[in-house]
């Protein structure tokens, strides 16, 4: 037998020993990473997309002047997230995991100038706590007659007055310039 034939019947035996290759399917790997993405996909769906943990109450208390209704339509606007899935697709999701809390704060106290102190909560499972605390009048700052805005302990100025209370300082715009020029002096 040449040296050829003998080494070609050697790899056929071997071959023969290994018999038929398992499909990929059969093998312990592939139904581990199966697995571990298939949960990975019902994981993300329960947190994100479900409708156990989505936002359906936000609870705002504290308030006397400022619209429930506005300020909570406002607080969900900011809740309402897009979630960009496959070429384009996305998903609209309130879940509680998304809400930004910070930024709801931050949004509210800069679109609604008569709040002076906000506490957003998450309260677990379906609900936003909103706790705000409105800012109290001490004066009225007018630069024209008609033009005059309420101002609070912090010097910050907030809201036009409905009417001029009694009780409350008026502050000038010229006075103000004379209070200046006087410190001079």
């Known amino acids: 037998m040449s040296y050829r034939k003998k080494k070609i019947k050697i790899k056929v035996q071997g ?39 989505q936002i359906k ?27 960009p899935i496959f070429l384009g697709w996305s998903v609209s999701s309130k879940s509680i995991f998304l809400a930004n809390t910070e930024n709801i704060k931050n949004e509210i106290i800069k679109n609604f100038p008569q709040i002076e102190i906000v506490s957003v909560e998450k309260k677990f499972l379906q609900t936003i706590n909103i706790k705000i605390k409105e800012r109290k009048p001490i004066a009225i700052f007018c630069q024209i007659e008609k033009n005059c805005l309420l ?21 000038k715009q010229q006075s103000i310039a004379r209070y200046f020029l006087i410190g001079e002096q």
Not at 18 to 47: A, E, H, M, Q, R
Not at 158 to 164: A, Q, R, S, W
């Open 57 to 83: 109450n936000i609870n705002i208390s504290g308030n006397e002047k400022i619209n429930s209704q506005e300020l909570g339509a406002f607080a969900e606007k900011n809740i309402n997230k897009k979630i």
């Open 151 to 171: 101002i609070d302990l912090n010097g910050v100025i907030f809201e036009k007055p409905i009417d001029f209370l009694e009780n409350m300082a008026v502050v």
């Open 15 to 53: 071959l023969k020993k290994l018999g038929p290759k398992t499909p990929f399917f059969k093998k312990p790997i592939f139904w581990i990473v199966f697995l571990i993405t298939v949960f990975c996909y019902v994981f993300v769906y329960v947190l994100i997309i479900s409708d156990i943990l």
